[in-house]
């Protein structure tokens, strides 16, 4: 596409929840444009947005997907994005860079709990929208009761642009109420006279909507009141204005799958969402100077590019997608990271239709475009010019919720896991993968089941890595509640030189949180100096492995006091092994005890389930910290303890009915009950002798 300026440019999102029709709408939209011949069907395999196998597997979508065309003058980036909450995190980095956003609503379900939280969103972000009532073509379309939830649990004045004609099988067209045209079905999109039996409700309507409009802008309004007609293209101008100021919200309705009503949204979109220069300016940190700096969307400012997502193959490398807020990324150039502090070299850029690309020379001010083969580059840094650097501010991609251990299933396959999980942590924020030292284990955590199952089947596919998946260990400690004096003496002799070591010891608790602590108060040379940091070796080697249940011992100090070595027998080796005899009679004398790790639960409830949620936590013996309002929400804080929420995720929305939200984090340790850490040990002592 040649010859086409900023304010030509159109970046619009289409947001809801899953099964709402968003896939369908973006193919109907390219079949409009004239980028397909025919209109993709979710499920068919031949979306030209779902291009992905696992998409094509689930029939729905997985991964953000951007395509452009070319309407009525302008260049659209239409970027179709996930809308179930295992897989929101490519919805999240889009938020970013559209200017505009569709939300599809399906007026057979209504408003969904996803849709919901990313109207929020927008709002909070100042994302102007238009609402699409999709489905009418089904026979249980209820778009006025659709249209009244949305006004309701919304909380906005939907102002309604298009009249539908009919509804299910008898869906014969819409009525564009800024036009007065009537558009039918299969008509290929000629305007046409309303039919006598929807006169009356499209006259009432288009009058509403042409008050709304009126509403926003006080010449209009007298005029208006002094009953003089209001053109169409003034109109559209202040529904324009007043939709960039958030001030009326256009709501249209139609069918995807027919491609009834979408011309009119088409038209609408191009009208009223802005382009990307008539969005507020963007602000980021000058690394060099330490202030935030503000760029205009223009080519004449310096180039500052961000990264919204990255697509990880293995055969056709790293694709990095961005979207250019100031100047112009060139061809065949070098452009900075700014937050990894690297030069990268560019090749040839080019433009996305689904997973085809189209190579174009450069990527202008306010467009989208990729290129392959960046080095260091990842979700979310900066790109911009060397000369000038600026780092845009982290995109707040949700934190993972739910975690499991993954194991490979043969032994061929452990050495590629950690690599093919590093690929896809690439492509995908939302995936977590860390390696936990005490229990060894190797921990994913994601989204949701779903999410982690689409991880599975990824390895499989991508990089030929089969897996399984299994609840992760809790890493529980151990701990003495009592001080302790106690001997440890090794003595050896096997007809040459021997080994004898020696050693008495005073452990007792510390405080929780305090670790361990080491003592020396040997006097008069009862144990050479050489020896003692072997005593303190081999403490430290017995509190790796409690005497409870073979857990970690934590917050004790141990005092090395007495002693005795033989001056031809002892050895560093002979020390670390009576230290470490020393410290485990001890603590089986020392009141041992099992502590279990705390964390602290913040959960984001809707008003009715706040009671349900509480009462969950307190049955998974947790502390309620507090209770704060927030919206239509409440914010419940509490201390859980880990073993009770490692799937808390699918609990937690079955309680809420899938609103509520929740993350959390690592408190501090407490002592586990003693009825439960009887049962912890059994099992600890079992796994042992099963091994």
């Known amino acids: 596409m040649k010859g086409y300026e900023t304010q030509h440019i159109r970046n619009i999102g289409l947001l809801s929840d899953g099964g709402t029709g968003k896939t369908t709408l973006a193919e ?65 980095g889009c938020l970013r860079i559209i200017d505009g956003a569709i939300f599809v609503v399906s007026s057979v379900d209504g408003l969904k709990v996803q849709t919901e939280k990313l109207w929020h969103s927008t709002r909070e972000m100042g994302i102007p929208c238009i609402i699409f009532i999709n489905e009418l073509d089904k026979q249980q379309a209820e778009w006025e009761r659709v249209l ?46 309303v039919p006598e039996e929807y006169r009356e409700a499209v006259v009432a ?43 009326i919200i256009p709501v249209l309705v139609g069918s995807a799958y027919e491609n009834v009503g979408v011309d009119v949204l088409m038209d609408l979109m191009v009208e009223v969402l802005p382009s990307p220069d008539g969005r507020p300016h963007v602000k980021g940190l000058n690394p060099k100077t330490g202030e935030e700096e503000e760029r205009r969307c223009s080519k004449e400012e310096p180039l500052a590019a961000l990264v919204f997502k990255t697509i990880s193959d293995p055969y056709a490398g790293k694709i990095t997608l961005f979207k250019v807020f100031s100047g112009i990324l060139e061809g065949d150039s070098t452009v900075y990271n700014s937050n990894r502090e690297v030069r990268e070299r560019v090749g040839k850029p080019f433009f996305m239709v689904g997973k085809e690309q189209r ?5 202008i001010a306010g467009d989208i475009g990729a290129v392959a083969k ?67 284990e190797l921990i994913i955590s994601g989204l949701g089941q779903l999410h982690l199952e689409t991880i599975v089947e990824r390895l499989k596919r991508k990089y030929g ?38 050693v008495w010891i005073e452990v ?35 509190m790796q492995e409690g005497v409870l249940a073979g857990y970690p011992v934590v917050d004790v100090k141990v005092v090395l006091y007495d002693g005795s070595f033989h001056p031809v027998d002892s050895s560093d080796l002979a020390f670390q092994i009576a230290g470490s005899l020393a410290f485990k009679k001890a603590a089986a004398q020392a009141n041992p005890v099992l502590l279990e790790p705390i964390m602290t639960l913040e959960v984001i409830s809707p008003d009715e389930c706040v009671g349900d949620v509480i009462g969950d936590l307190n049955a998974k013996r947790g502390k309620i910290l507090g ?31 899938g609103r509520g939200t929740y993350s959390m984090e690592f408190s501090h340790y407490e002592e586990v009950p003693p009825h439960l850490a009887q049962r912890i040990i059994e099992e600890s002592k079992g796994e042992a002798g099963g091994s």
């Open 28 to 92: 109907a939209m390219l079949f409009n444009a004239g980028v397909t011949s025919r209109l993709g069907r979710v499920g068919e395999g031949n979306t030209v947005m779902d291009y992905d196998p696992d998409e094509h597997r689930r029939g729905c979508s997985i991964n953000a997907a951007v395509a452009f065309f070319s309407y009525k003058g302008r260049k659209v980036n239409l970027i179709d994005t996930p809308g179930y909450a295992n897989f929101i995190s490519d919805t999240i």
């Open 205 to 247: 309507a288009r009058n509403e909507l042409i008050e709304d409009i009126a509403e926003t802008n006080d010449e209009l309004m007298e005029r208006y009141l002094e009953g003089e007609e209001l053109g169409q293209e003034e109109l559209v101008e202040a529904l324009a204005n007043g939709v960039k100021q958030g001030e």
């Open 374 to 440: 960046l080095k260091e580059t990842r979700t979310g840094d900066s790109l911009c010019s060397p000369d000038a650097p600026l780092v845009f501010p982290p995109i707040p991609f949700p934190a993972p919720i739910l975690s499991f251990a993954i194991r490979a299933k043969s032994r061929s396959d452990e050495e590629k896991i950690s690599a093919a999980l590093q690929r896809l942590m690439e492509e995908d924020p939302g995936l977590g993968v860390n390696r936990d030292e005490q229990t060894k």
């Open 627 to 657: 209770v704060e309002a927030k919206g239509k929400n409440q914010i419940i804080r509490a201390q859980v303890p880990l073993a009770e929420i490692l799937r808390y995720a699918p609990e937690l929305r079955s309680i809420t009915g």
């Open 359 to 363: 190579p174009c020379e450069r990527v």
């Open 148 to 193: 009244t939830e949305v006004k309701g649990e919304l909380g906005i004045k939907p102002s309604l642009v298009s009249y539908p004609m009919g509804k299910g099988e008898g869906l014969k067209g819409v009525v564009d109420l800024l036009s007065g045209q009537a558009l039918f079905r299969g008509d290929g999109g000629s305007p046409s006279e």
């Open 508 to 542: 007792e608790p510390l405080s929780r949180g305090e670790g361990f602590e080491f003592s020396n108060q040997i006097v008069g040379g009862a144990i050479p100096r050489q020896y003692i940091p072997s005593v303190e070796k081999g403490v430290r080697g017995a």
């Open 465 to 502: 890595v089969e897996v399984e998946l299994h609840t992760p260990k809790v890493p529980y400690k151990e701990t003495i509640k009592k001080k302790v004096k106690m001997q440890g003496r090794y003595k050896k002799q096997t007809g040459g030189r021997g080994q004898y070591g020696d």
